[in-house]
């Protein structure tokens, strides 16, 4: 197991790019909800299993250097596709009144929130992931006709490049194929550096979801559990 505790550059940067021409690039290749992570472990296309443990504030990005084996000469890469976003712009909203503010507000948080998707505010400007066809998040947006309201596509990296590695978590940590299905009731934990268990658990679960990405979790337990006092029987 390879430690990386911290990213050596990118494959982009001059030294790197010209390294890369005689040595062997090994990828990492990460999926979206992989990409935020500063806590992963995961195998390259070479075989080589990495320990991802880097700083709260950083995160992986495409190209990044992770590690180097002169003797062998061998520089592993990470490469990350992340999907559009959807970038909603509130500065519409400004000449209104306080009360049309809160409701447009209201109904944007109502729309998002009935489909589950997870969503960063950054100044007036709302972030939302593609977690479905894109298309259909175009329609969605339609058919809720917001007043006041714009909306546009942009690259997953781009707004990345504008977000602390915090917002980058909360915005493409749950945006697809995350071990955390919203539709179903198992849940699996893959194992990061530190974690040495897995476990699964089965719950209903009910989920709100607020602009800053936040959940609220409602869990049901039975519980059958048989006491004998004094001759008397009771159970719960």
């Not at 939302?128 to 259909?136: A, I, N, Y």
């Amino acid at each position: 197991m390879i430690l990386i505790e911290s990213v050596l550059g990118n494959i982009k940067d001059s030294p790197w790019h010209e390294k890369s021409h005689a040595a062997q690039v090994d990828s990492l290749i990460l999926e979206q909800w992989e990409a935020p992570k500063n806590r992963l472990r995961k195998a390259s296309e070479g075989g080589l299993e990495l320990a991802i443990a880097l700083p709260r504030d950083q995160h992986m990005r495409d190209g990044d250097v992770l590690y180097h084996d002169e003797e062998k000469n061998i520089i592993v890469v990470a490469r990350i596709a992340l999907k559009d976003v959807l970038v909603i712009e509130l500065q519409g909203l400004e000449g209104l009144s306080p009360q049309e503010i809160l409701s447009t507000c209201f109904e944007l948080g109502h729309g998002l929130g009935n489909q589950h998707w997870p969503a960063v505010i950054k100044g007036t400007t709302v972030y939302v992931p593609l977690s479905v066809d894109q298309k259909v998040m175009a329609s969605v947006m339609r058919t809720h006709a917001f007043q006041h309201v714009k909306t546009h596509f942009a690259p997953g990296e781009e707004i990345a490049a504008k977000l602390d590695a915090n917002e980058v978590r909360l915005l493409f940590a749950g945006a697809d194929a995350t071990p955390h299905h919203h539709h179903q009731g198992a849940h699996s934990h893959g194992h990061e550096p530190g974690q040495d268990h897995g476990h699964s658990h089965d719950h209903g679960h009910s989920h709100s979801h607020s602009h800053e990405h936040s959940h609220s979790h409602s869990h049901e337990h039975g519980h059958d559990h048989e006491h004998d006092h004094d001759g008397h029987s009771h159970r719960h």
